[in-house]
Antibody
Framework: QVQLQESGPGLVKPSETLSLTCTVS????????WSWVRQPPGKGLEWIGY???????NYNPSLKSRVTISVDTSKNQFSLRLSSVTTADTAVYYC???????????????WGRGTMVSVSS | EIVLTQSPGTLSLSPGERATLSCRAS???????LAWYQQKPGQAPRLLIY???SRATGIPDRFSGSGSGTDFTLTISRLEPEDFAVYYC?????????FGPGTKVDIK
């Protein structure tokens, strides 16, 4: 049974870079498109972007200038970097996997538990 | 970008009642790539419906999805105590993937 686990600092200073990692266990990171989704406190969900196991990416235009998502197949991990953060980036960050392998257009059936990241000085 | 609007914002119902949640898209959702998720406080979203009407694995048959194009509906035929939660729709047919603002189903 595939499980996802987010990890990284819970507190980031304004203007710095947020860095998170999602570790995939119980299955291979290969042949799937892996996404990051975030949720500010008390608000809705926002898709950040995805990375394919080959390294190709697709980002939400609203964050594209600040986002990098990468994959490390040797570690079965993928990562999120968000630069120049502000308090508006305070959110729970989730990693997620779609239903179907090799499909970039699919619903997310496996989610990590989420990690809260606060942006504050 | 496809904007999703959900209504109502809050639905107050009693256990055993029927819940009907609406999701409207600003433009047609490609291939009816529309999903519904349930989220409870402190938990990650849980996939209920994909492809507008297909139930995800392990989802009870009291949950059903319907619709096409720009108008979609999630129906919970008889509310169980564990169904009181927030429900989000999401389109994944075009980029960026977008979510609706959610409908909260609470106990009347």
């Amino acid at each position: 049974q595939v499980q996802l686990q987010e990890s990284g600092p819970g507190l980031v200073k304004p203007s710095e870079t947020l860095s998170l990692t999602c570790t995939v266990s119980g299955g291979s990171i290969s042949t799937y498109y892996w996404s990051w989704v975030r949720q500010p406190p008390g608000k809705g969900l926002e898709w950040i972007g995805y990375v394919y196991y080959s390294g190709s990416t697709n980002y939400n235009p609203s964050l594209k200038s600040r986002v990098t998502i990468s994959v490390d197949t040797s570690k079965n991990q993928f990562s999120l970097r968000l630069s120049s953060v502000t308090t508006a980036d305070t959110a729970v960050y989730y990693c997620a996997r779609p239903l179907t392998y090799r499909s970039s257009s699919d619903a997310f059936d496996i989610w990590g538990r989420g990690t809260m990241v606060s942006v504050s000085s | 970008e496809i904007v999703l609007t959900q209504s109502p914002g809050t639905l107050s119902l009693s256990p055993g009642e029927r819940a009907t949640l609406s999701c409207r898209a600003s433009q047609s959702v490609s291939s009816n790539y529309l999903a519904w998720y349930q989220q409870k406080p402190g938990q990650a979203p849980r996939l209920l419906i994909y492809g507008a009407s297909s139930r995800a694995t392990g989802i009870p048959d009291r949950f059903s999805g319907s619709g096409s194009g720009t108008d979609f509906t999630l129906t919970i035929s008889r509310l169980e105590p564990e169904d009181f939660a927030v429900y989000y729709c999401q389109q994944y047919g075009s980029s960026p993937r977008t979510f609706g603002p959610g409908t909260k189903v609470d106990i009347k």
